[in-house]
């Protein structure tokens, strides 16, 4: 199978515009209210919060998908110990989810702040980028409860992933050293063997890292505005009244 015939496929599933989509059902454009923004929390403070969790799984779900069902046929799915060739062309198909909630052609190329469809595409390259995206959730939920921000909790989330990242390759990498130094069969593997097992160890996580640093630079480009509004001190924060939040 040609890999790459999974970016395209995850760019287009991640043009979905499913806030756009929803607010069109119930009557409204959601790029006339707020921010502007098709994204779950912007939709959620037009609509309400079933609205909010209706789309932020439907974000999420068009990007999980793609990457799943790559992993799948890529047979990566499962494990750290992906070679960079298949890293690459796996994290590839999870950027292209991204960058079709972000820039989606169906609106003119402008789309959401691409969290949701980030963080769906993420656990879909399980476990290597399923671990770090955990963590970044996290930082996302405590940054959220002490600030009532979402913009501001996707960015700090955002520029916490390739810590993440790299911190979880690194238990990984100590744990394959830790295994390899206890092995006693050295003796019945052929040289070539031994050297793969020595070399590979510290190579797997530089391209999740890599790609983890692009993404998060992105998610933090998009949200640019938000912080602006922040520092301005006219973002709104969760709980906030709906007139207030919408700019009424």
């Known amino acids: 199978m040609q890999w790459w015939m999974f970016i395209p496929i995850a760019f287009l599933a991640g043009s979905i515009p499913f806030g756009y989509l929803i607010g069109k059902v119930n009557s409204i454009d959601i790029r006339t209210l707020g921010s502007g923004n098709i994204g779950a929390t912007n939709l959620g403070r037009a609509l309400g919060k079933r609205f909010f969790y209706a789309c932020f799984f439907l974000d999420l779900t068009k990007g999980l998908m793609p990457t799943l069902l790559a992993g799948h046929f890529m047979g990566t799915l499962g494990t750290m110990r992906v070679g960079t060739a298949d890293a690459f062309w796996w994290l590839a198909v999870m950027v292209a989810a991204v960058l079709g909630h972000m820039f989606t052609p169906w609106l003119g190329f402008k789309g959401g702040k691409g969290v949701a469809t980030a963080l769906g595409a993420m656990i879909g390259i399980l476990p290597a980028m399923a671990l770090p995206a955990s963590g970044a959730l996290v930082v996302y939920l405590v940054v959220l409860a002490l600030w009532r921000y979402v913009s501001l909790a996707s ?15 690194a238990q990984y990498q100590t744990l394959m050293t830790r295994q390899a130094s206890t092995r006693t069969d050295w003796e019945d593997l052929p040289t070539e063997q031994i050297e793969l ?43 906030a009244k709906r007139e207030e939040a919408l700019g009424d």
């Open 197 to 239: 097992i020595k070399s590979d160890i510290p190579n797997y996580g530089m391209p999740f890292f890599i790609v983890s640093l692009i993404l998060a630079i992105l998610v933090i480009y998009k949200h640019r505005s938000n912080l602006g509004r922040i520092m301005a001190g006219k973002e709104p924060q969760i709980g």
């Open 155 to 169: 960015s700090v989330a955002a520029a916490s992933l390739p810590l993440w990242t790299w911190m979880v390759f």
